[in-house]
């Protein structure tokens, strides 16, 4: 008997928050927070009407660019195979904030990267946490040893 593959999400992921912000010679700086809503099948993407955004009116021009490097990251992060769930999620974003250093594409593909990271982690529990090299433990087996080193540390 097989069983059948999990889907992404079950149901309404809302308010995942990512700061990604790096401070060197080359800065990052991207922070948004979306919603992971469960959709028919596959990726899409939308930006809210009511979107807040707080942009540094110096900061890279293009935002449209900058929410579809986001979307890249999120869809990058979920299409892993090894994360062994079907994808069908609509994620809307609700929040962005920029900076007049360190905001370009890059940093809002490695925010959405991290968001989608984060919307996995909180819909597959605790239990279900994410491996270093970013795939998830979700097999109850594997959970529960997890759980069981963690208690006896």
Request: aromatic content about 6%.
């Amino acid at each position: 008997m097989t069983s059948a593959v999990p889907r992404f999400p079950v149901h309404p992921i809302r308010g995942v928050r990512v700061l990604h912000q790096r401070q060197n010679c080359a800065p990052h700086f991207a922070e948004i927070t979306v919603d992971f809503e469960p959709a028919a099948e596959g990726f899409t993407f939308e930006v809210a009407e009511e979107l807040m955004i707080e942009h540094d009116s110096c900061a890279y021009g293009d935002l449209q660019g900058l929410f579809a490097a986001a979307a890249a990251g999120m869809q990058e992060q979920l299409a892993q195979p090894e994360h062994g769930l079907v994808i069908a999620t609509h994620v809307v974003l609700r929040q962005a904030r920029t900076q007049s250093f360190g905001s370009h594409e890059l940093a809002f593909k490695i925010a959405g990267y991290l968001a989608a990271r984060e919307a996995l982690a909180r819909a597959l529990g605790r239990d279900h946490p994410l491996e270093p090299d970013g795939r998830l433990v979700h097999s109850p087996a594997a959970a529960s040893e997890q759980g069981q080193d963690r208690a006896a540390t």
